[in-house]
T-cell receptor, first 114, second 114 residues
Framework: DSGVTQTPKHLITATGQRVTLRCSPRSGDLSVYWYQQSLDQGLQFLIQYYNGEERAKGNILERFSAQQFPDLHSELNLSSLELGDSALYFC?????????????FGQGTRLTVV | AQSVTQLDSQVPVFEEAPVELRCNYSSSVSVYLFWYVQYPNQGLQLLLKYLSGSTLVESINGFEAEFNKSQTSFHLRKPSVHISDTAEYFCAVSARSAGNKLTFGGGTRVLVKP
């Protein structure tokens, strides 16, 4: 158990809908990252927050947004869903943003868009 | 920007045989190097990392990886695999100067056969 909790574990929704994925980081970790794992794109970095502020942005679509709340949990919002958004979405957390800092991954949310 | 190439998408290997998973990276800046393992239906777990110092790093479960700066490689090896090593292995880098968002390779699926 990494200490990172993601909910829900599975999500099935229709095209055009909006969903929210939730992540609770390890106790004491200030940095949260979101990654997308799909068959065609592999594992891709989406976005990073540190202590409530956006720190880095990767290949995140405009239809996607995220935020980190004062209690440090984070939510990833996916809207106007398309079939191609079906993927495993991982949240990871780390104590700081230093490049050598280990990131701990949750078990992921598997999103299926039908 | 960084990129990571894992040269083998799948590696079948017999139990107690050695295995090597190849990883090459490209980066215009200095990087930290990581190997993560993903067991079926689980999140990613850090296997080992190279930050600095000795170019040979070892994990607690018998894996080792060697950083070769001239060849920009970070190959992972294990002299004798077990059935329990069946998993997908990801090589990743993070830029030393730009926070610790990870850039992953495409993954290598290791299937250990009895």
């Amino acid at each position: 158990d990494s200490g990172v909790t993601q909910t829900p574990k599975h999500l099935i929704t229709a095209t055009g809908q909006r969903v929210t994925l939730r992540c609770s980081p390890r106790s004491g970790d200030l940095s949260v990252y979101w990654y997308q794992q799909s068959l065609d794109q592999g594992l891709q970095f989406l976005i990073q927050y540190y202590n409530g502020e956006e720190r880095a942005k990767g290949n995140i679509l405009e239809r996607f947004s995220a935020q980190q709340f004062p209690d440090l949990h984070s939510e990833l919002n996916l809207s106007s869903l398309e079939l191609g958004d079906s993927a495993l979405y991982f949240c990871a957390s780390s104590v700081s943003t230093g490049g050598s800092t280990e990131a701990f991954f949750g078990q992921g949310t598997r999103l299926t868009v039908v | 920007a960084q990129s990571v190439t894992q040269l083998d998408s799948q590696v079948p290997v017999f139990e107690e045989a050695p295995v090597e998973l190849r990883c090459n990276y490209s980066s215009s800046v200095s990087v930290y190097l990581f190997w993560y393992v993903q067991y079926p239906n689980q999140g990613l777990q850090l296997l080992l990392k190279y930050l600095s110092g000795s170019t040979l790093v070892e994990s607690i479960n018998g894996f080792e990886a060697e950083f070769n700066k001239s060849q920009t490689s970070f190959h992972l090896r294990k002299p004798s695999v077990h059935i329990s090593d069946t998993a997908e292995y990801f090589c990743a880098v993070s830029a030393r100067s730009a926070g610790n968002k990870l850039t992953f390779g495409g993954g290598t699926r290791v299937l250990v056969k009895p």
